[in-house]
């Protein structure tokens, strides 16, 4: 039974419908395309030399206009966003990650400061009061002799760079060291209310370091001083005035630089006078601190103006002056560099002091290594 029911049973070719034949035409044709797809006839396939290269001149125009149309895409793409500016690549940003660097949210850190030696003159609850110095043997000019060879503008270039730099900090005195040891200054200095002590060394009459003392319970930083050019020497250099200055710290970003930048805050008043247009500047770049002392100046100047009546004629058209307030920076100086070898806990002490960082050559590993 089951046989003859199956041999009753019509196929499935006569049961199809004409609809399901037009389907099957459409799959082969597909089959067939993506076939053509996966293997494009390349022009080294055909024999005929003239079928050959219309077929690589056409496969060339394809080529060319694809290339067209993903130039043209990129275009509208840059019309539609701004080009990225591109960042040089510098010792500066590709420095070496520092734990200690400052952050903004670091609570540790501003504990540190309303705890540590200059609050209280940054709070200005007491006002600065600088006592400026030479090292020993070399407080007044030497005088000129046949065996000197050195000239007058050198000999006098360590007691100028005292002279500007009174000038420069509002408050300050200058007192002779004498043969008197740095302990007794420090001491001279307490005893009179002084907050910070300054010390010049000189080397052959010419500065080359620096010392900053904080009273009367430290810290002590040692600088070395470089490249120092006075007043007299700078090209259109200005005469400040006696206003206090504003100052701008740059780039103090470690824990190091900051206490730093806070030592050098100590030294000016915390109440600026703006009408004097007074800015001294302590910029760090690679550890280095560059001082710069400039006033702003403002001065108007009159530009001419055509008129824009189109009546009147090209010769009998009448200008018009405007005035325009315009702002630039004249440098008062001095100038120089610090360069930061030792800060030491305290007062100076060179036999029982602590230090807190110390410089040294072996420390200088990479060029994109920094401490302050």
Known sequence: MTKEKKRKQPPAD????PGD???RKERRKDKKAKKERADPIRPSQIKN?????????KLKREKKAQKRKLAQEREQAARRA?????VPRTIENTREPDETACRPDDQELFAGNDADEFNAVLKQQIAPK?????????????SMSSNNILSAAYIQRGPAFIEELMQVIPNSQYVKRGTYELKKIVEYATNRDFTSLIVVHTNRREPDALMIIGLPDGPTAHFKLSKLVLRKDIKNHGNPTSHKPELV??????????????????????????????VVTFHN????IFFRHHRYIFETKESKVASKDKTTKKSESKSQTEKQVTCRLQECGPRFTLKLLTLQHGTFDTKSGE???VHKADMDTSRRRFFL
């Not at 030399?49 to 001149?57: P, Q």
Request: hydrophobic share 30%.
């Open 14 to 17: 006569a049961a199809s419908s």
């Open 130 to 142: 600088v006592l400026i110095t030479t090292c020993r043997f070399n407080s007044g000019f030497i």
């Open 355 to 357: 230090y807190e960082w």
């Open 285 to 288: 770049q690679r550890d280095y």
């Open 82 to 86: 701004p080009p990225e500016r591109q």
């Open 249 to 278: 710290l740059n780039n103090f970003t470690t824990r190091l630089g900051h206490r730093i930048g806070r030592m050098i805050q100590s030294l000016f008043p915390q109440d600026p006078n703006f009408r004097g247009r007074r």
């Open 49 to 57: 030399k003239e079928k050959r290269s219309e077929l690589h001149a």
């Open 21 to 23: 034949e037009g389907e």
